[in-house]
Structures are given as structure tokens and as C-alpha cells.
């Protein structure tokens, strides 16, 4: 009896044995086309009681999962979604310009603006001036409306972050919760691979948000962590979430672990969607920002220099400028060379008056007489009262000046000492016969020196915020302006260390005049403006408005120009005509017809001009065509570059997802396989149970 209880037994654990084994190879069968799901393995041993066999156990249930292919799995795809995020939106940027090689493309409309001053050149028409004012000002439009749609990506980008926290904090506390269901299965020597797949299944969609490594517990479950080790989920101390904040000059990510402590997310994120999204929103899509913005800003530059080189025909009685931002003692005060203001008769286009300012000399002579001499504080009271019957007035950053009665005004520089500050010459500088107006302030060029008066109180606060060459948060300074009231002690406040940004880079004034950050050991680190509560006495404009500190206020030039109003109003005033002081006494100065204004407008593509640093462009003096031929190579560069990034990043994500599948998914042959073997094994211990029952009755018959 003894021995046919021991064949029952023995015959029973291989029906269950095998039962066990046919209910795991029918889940694997059943999950053959679910993506992520790991095969299970039913592992089954002898068992053997006082060193004789007892049947067979199965003595766990487990995914056959394969760390090393599951780490590079795990690599592979969050090198994908960054990749592939980057791709699509840099795709999009770059079709906001057009094709270069399209009459319809942005870069086309510039070309559009060369070409119709050179028409306009050739035959001069009204209907030709009409034309190449409407060029100019579709050129600026068009800019604006990239300004606007570039701004657009980055909120798309904001948005798309935001929906990428929520997913990761989701799938943080779902991986979490099942490592709890986990280790309960796993203690009771229950079945845990269901929810061990669902975990992987989540772990892999966490992989394409954010880099992580992952880390198996000896009790079941999983410790997942980020680049740098931090534990996300499965540490025991809960989940940790993370948090956006797009508010700032640049977007930044927090991560608050499970005991409550918040950090910026810093080098815990490496790759995943979400840096892909956030190298969009704080490096990538501002450079192209500040790419055309220097390109817009040349162009108008280029413009006006030329325009304020030519008159309209009959010269305009009127010529206002725009907001400097300074006092008129500190624009003056840069100024060298000599310039020429004639008074022309309104009927006759002769030369009333030549009005001669020399700086060098810090002089003004009228039609060759006795020169009288000024100082920065006495420029205008001196050059109104040489201009007879007009006027010289200065409000709000600008310079106005008035004709006499009867006649027009035109400027002229010295063809061998030319006026120059900051780069430009006097009528250019003060905008005074600008064809294209800006609403904000765009010319950085001040012509302030390091003695210059800095027009800025002290105790006056600018806030600054430093950022790695990641757009990731270093930290935020307040500089507080000086009591000395020079640029060099602006300029020492803004660098202090600490109070101000000296520990990063340095701030320093140029030849013209200009203010700009360099970062220390080419780190990359970049200053933004976050609040600037300072104000010059003069004009009210702020250190950061009148010196273009940050991406921010540069980028917000591109929408705020257009052609001067009443030039547009009236084409015909369209400065196209050259000054000529040497005309004899009475005779016309200025040629009704003269075109060589237009045809120099014409030439504008092809005229050098000095770009700031912009968008990892570095500083150039070159044409314009050519720096707008730069930008075109430099956005397509990136965008290729994306792409290329993208394709590759793709077939690794793919080649590791097809060796992870070999090794851990469902192989429906090898399925098949094991279904027949353990059917049989079934089907054997089945009859043995059948044979020790028939053998059982049998000797029940016997005894009775």
C-alpha cells in the first residue's frame, strides 16, 4: 500500500508539474503580440524525501529576463525619444523658413528687397518707390511672424513637457505600487511574472520619457534610479515626482524624492524625451531665435546706415531720431570726425547754410566763418544757435532738428574724417533719416567708453540669472549699481563676485560701446535678465533695454520694426539722392531724379556689416547675404543633423529591441515544443495515477 501511495503521489506532482508548465505556456502563447511582455519560465525540480524521489515541484514562476539586453534596451530607447522629439520640432523650425532655393522662402523676401532698389534704381518710379517700401516692409513682417511662430514651437514645447511630467509621475508611483504586489508573490511563492511584465511594460514607456537605471531587489521588484543614482521609485521611500516651471527666461525641471526633498533636475536627466524637449526650449530653438534677430536687426541697421547717407528730394524740414536712450552729453561725448548739415531751399535745392561740426576739435563753424567751440552739455544750445532760424532740441533720448523757414535739411559726412560713434556716423547714430523705425530700443552700439558717464543712480537693482550651456539653473544674482558714476563701476558691479557675475564669466564694453557677457573657460554658461528694476535719468531706459542683456530682449527686436511711417505714407521722400557740397553757390545741391541712394540700397546684400555673436554664430563682419546665407546653412545644419541623430538613434532602439525580443520574448515554435512535451508529460503521469488505481482496486479485491 505503501508503495502504490508513493507511485499516486509521485504520478500527481508531475500532473501538476506539467499542469503548471502547459498554464505557463499558454499565458506566453496567449502574449505573443503583447509588446514588452517577457516570456515566463515554469522552473521544476525532483523532490526527494529521506533520499528517495518523491515526484517533482515546481519550485518558482519566473519572466527569462536578461538584465544586460534590458539595460541597453532601456539606453537605446530614451536615446530614441530624445532623438526623435529633437528631429520633429527642429523639422518644424526649419520649415518656417521655407526652402532657400523657393522664390517663396524667407531668405527669398530679403532678396526681394535688394532687387527692388536696384530696379528702382534703374527706373525711377513712384510706383517703383511704393514697390521697394512694400519689399521692406514684407521682409520685416515676415520676420515677425518667424518671431511669433519660433515663440509658438516654444510654448508647444512647454505643453509637451508639462504632459511628459504628469506621464512620468504616473508611471513612477505605478511602477512603485507594484513592487509592494511583487515581493507579497514573490514571499508567498506565488506567481509574480504577471506583474513583474506589467512593471517592465512601464519601466520601458518610462525609458523613452527619461533615461533610468534599473536595479532588481533580491525580494522581488525593482529599484528604479536616475542618471546620477537618485532613486525614482522602489527604494522604499516612495515615488519621486517631478515638476516644470516655464515661467523663467528658461524652463527648468525639479524632482522631489521621496522624502521631500526638492532639487533641479540637473545632470539627472541625460537623455529621454523630456531633455530633448527642454535642449528645444532653452538651447536650441533661442538660437535659432537669436539668429534671426540678428539678421533683422543687420538688415535694418544696414538700411538706415545707408538712408541716413542720402536725401529725399526736396529734403525734409523736419528730422526727428530715435530714442538713444542716453542723455545728449554722453551721445555726444564719443563722437570723432566731422559732419555737415546744410540748410537746402526748399524751391531751388541750393545750399543756404553748411553747418560744420567738428568733433575733434569740439567745434561749429557756419559757411566757413569763425569756429565756436562746445562742450558735451553745450553741443545743442551751440549748434541751434548756428542754425539760424532752426533748432537743435533733445527729449527723451532722441534729437529733433528743425530747418529754418523755407528750407529743408540734408547731412553730410566728411568724405576723409568722417563723424563716427559707436560705429556710426552722426545723422546714422541718431537715427535722424532712418528708413526702417524700431518700437524698442535695438541699437546696442551705445559709443559709451569706461569713463562715460553711466546714467544710472546708485542702488538701482538688476536681477541675473546664470544658466549652464544646457539651459539647466546655476543661480541667480542681484547686482545693485554703484555709487561711482562711470561704466567702468557699472561694469565692476555687474562682475563682483559675489553681487554679481564674476564667479561665471564677465561683462566688458567694446569699441562702440556695446556690453556684452563672456563666460568664464568657454563654459557656455549664459545671463538672462529676470527682473531689472533700474532706470537712467535721462531716459528711463534700464541697463538691460539699453544694452540688449540676455537672449530675451534681443530676440524681442525682431517684431518691432517697420518702415518709417512717413516715408510709407509718402514714397517720394525715400532718401535716394547725394548731397553735394561742392555745388556752386545757387545751384541745386540735390538732383530730383538722382537715384544713387537706391541703387546703394540695392547694393545693401552685398555691403559688409558687423553681426554680434548670435545662436552659436559666432561675431562676423561680412555682407548681409552672406550672413543670411549662414543662418540658412546653420538651421539646416541642425536640422540634418537632427535627422541623422534620429535615424541612427532609430535603428539602435530597434536592433536592441529585436535582441531583447530574441531572449526574453515568445518564440511560438519553441512554445509548440514545450506544448507537446508537457502534453505528453501529462498524458504519462495521467496513466500512471490510472495504472496504481487500477493496481489499488485490485488488491482491494483480493483482501475482501
Not at 354 to 367: A, G, P, R
Not at 464 to 481: A, K, P, R
Not at 504 to 515: A, C, I, K, P, V
Not at 683 to 698: G, K, L
Amino acid at each position: 500500500m505503501t508503495s502504490l501511495g508513493g507511485i499516486l503521489a509521485n504520478a500527481a506532482s508531475g500532473v501538476q508539474a506539467a499542469q503548471t508548465q502547459l498554464n505557463t505556456i499558454s499565458n506566453n502563447i496567449s502574449n505573443i503580440n503583447t509588446t514588452g511582455y517577457v516570456r515566463e519560465v515554469a522552473n521544476q525540480q525532483a523532490v526527494v524525501a529521506n533520499g528517495v524521489g518523491s515526484g517533482v515541484a515546481i519550485t518558482s514562476i519566473q519572466n527569462a529576463t536578461n538584465q544586460f539586453l534590458q539595460a541597453a534596451n532601456l539606453s537605446a530607447s530614451s536615446s530614441s525619444g530624445q532623438a526623435s522629439i529633437v528631429s520633429s520640432i527642429m523639422d518644424q523650425a526649419q520649415a518656417l523658413f521655407g526652402d532657400p532655393s523657393s522664390t517663396n522662402s524667407y531668405f527669398s523676401s530679403l532678396d526681394n528687397v535688394f532687387t527692388s532698389f536696384s530696379s528702382l534704381a534703374a527706373d525711377p518710379t513712384t510706383a517703383g518707390q511704393s514697390q521697394a517700401l512694400s519689399q521692406v516692409q514684407s521682409f520685416f513682417s515676415q520676420s515677425s511672424d518667424l518671431s511669433t511662430s519660433l515663440g509658438q514651437l516654444s510654448s508647444q514645447t512647454d505643453q509637451q513637457i508639462g504632459s511628459d511630467v504628469s506621464q512620468v509621475n504616473q508611471l513612477l508611483s505605478q511602477i512603485d505600487g507594484l513592487n509592494a504586489d511583487i515581493s507579497r508573490a514573490t514571499a508567498s511563492g506565488a506567481n509574480a511574472a504577471g506583474s513583474q511584465n506589467q512593471q517592465s511594460e512601464l519601466i520601458s514607456q518610462l525609458s523613452s520619457l527619461m533615461n533610468v537605471n534599473v536595479t532588481s531587489l533580491p525580494s522581488g521588484g525593482v529599484v528604479v534610479r536616475a542618471a546620477d543614482g537618485t532613486a525614482l521609485a522602489g527604494d522604499g521611500s516612495g515615488p519621486a515626482t517631478l515638476s516644470y516651471d516655464p515661467s523663467g527666461t528658461s524652463g527648468q525641471l525639479s524632482i522631489t524624492n521621496g522624502t521631500g526633498v526638492t532639487q533641479p533636475i540637473g545632470a539627472k536627466l541625460t537623455s529621454g524625451e523630456l531633455q530633448g524637449l527642454i535642449q528645444l526650449r532653452n538651447v536650441d530653438l533661442p538660437q535659432v531665435q537669436s539668429q534671426l534677430s540678428e539678421l533683422t536687426a543687420g538688415v535694418a541697421g544696414q538700411l538706415n546706415n545707408i538712408s541716413n547717407s542720402y536725401s529725399s528730394v526736396p529734403p525734409p524740414t523736419t528730422m526727428t531720431g530715435q530714442n538713444t536712450g542716453l542723455d545728449i552729453a554722453s551721445a555726444i561725448s564719443g563722437f570723432t570726425g566731422q559732419t555737415t548739415i546744410a540748410e537746402v531751399n526748399a524751391s531751388t535745392n541750393a545750399v543756404d547754410h553748411q553747418i560744420n561740426i567738428n568733433f575733434d576739435n569740439s567745434t561749429i563753424s557756419v559757411d566757413g566763418g569763425a569756429a565756436t567751440s562746445f562742450t558735451p552739455s553745450t553741443f545743442l544750445s551751440t549748434l541751434s544757435s548756428a542754425m539760424g532760424g532752426g533748432s537743435a532740441t533733445f527729449t527723451n533720448g532722441a534729437l529733433t532738428l528743425n530747418a529754418p523757414s523755407g528750407d529743408g535739411l540734408a547731412i553730410q559726412d566728411n568724405a576723409t574724417d568722417p563723424s563716427k560713434n559707436g560705429g556710426q556716423g552722426f545723422s546714422a547714430y541718431f537715427g535722424l533719416n532712418n528708413l526702417v523705425n524700431s518700437s524698442t530700443y535695438s541699437n546696442y552700439n551705445t559709443g559709451l567708453t569706461s569713463t562715460s558717464a553711466s546714467g544710472f543712480p546708485a542702488g538701482q537693482t538688476l536681477q541675473l540669472q546664470l544658466s549652464s550651456s544646457t539651459g539647466t539653473f546655476i543661480q541667480d544674482v542681484t547686482v545693485t549699481t554703484p555709487s561711482g558714476t562711470s561704466m567702468a563701476s557699472l561694469v565692476g558691479a555687474l562682475n563682483a563676485s559675489p553681487g554679481g557675475v564674476g564667479a561665471y564669466g564677465s561683462f566688458s564694453l567694446n569699441t562702440n560701446g556695446q556690453l556684452s557677457f563672456t563666460a568664464n573657460n568657454n563654459s557656455g554658461v549664459t545671463v538672462a535678465v529676470v527682473a531689472d528694476n533700474t532706470a537712467n535719468t535721462a531716459t528711463g531706459a534700464s541697463v538691460s533695454q539699453l544694452f540688449g542683456i540676455g537672449a530675451a530682449a534681443r530676440n524681442n527686436r525682431t517684431g518691432s520694426y517697420s518702415v518709417n511711417s512717413a516715408i510709407l505714407a509718402n514714397p517720394t521722400t525715400l532718401p535716394m539722392a547725394q548731397l553735394n557740397l561742392s555745388a556752386a553757390a545757387g545751384t541745386a545741391a540735390l538732383a530730383a531724379g538722382d537715384t544713387t541712394g537706391a541703387d546703394a540700397l540695392g547694393q545693401a546684400g552685398t555691403s559688409t556689416f558687423s553681426f554680434d555673436a548670435a545662436g552659436g554664430l559666432p561675431a562676423a563682419t561680412t555682407s548681409l547675404s552672406d550672413y543670411a546665407a549662414n543662418i540658412s546653412a546653420s538651421i539646416a545644419q541642425q536640422a540634418s543633423n537632427a535627422d541623422a541623430n534620429n535615424t541612427q538613434a532609430q535603428a539602435v532602439a530597434t536592433e536592441a529591441t529585436s535582441r531583447l525580443s530574441s531572449a526574453e520574448g515568445v518564440n511560438l515554435d519553441t512554445e509548440l515544443v514545450n506544448l507537446t512535451t508537457f502534453q505528453q508529460s501529462y498524458n504519462a503521469s495521467a496513466r500512471m495515477i490510472q495504472a496504481a488505481e487500477d493496481m489499488y482496486t485490485t488488491l482491494l479485491n483480493l483482501v475482501n
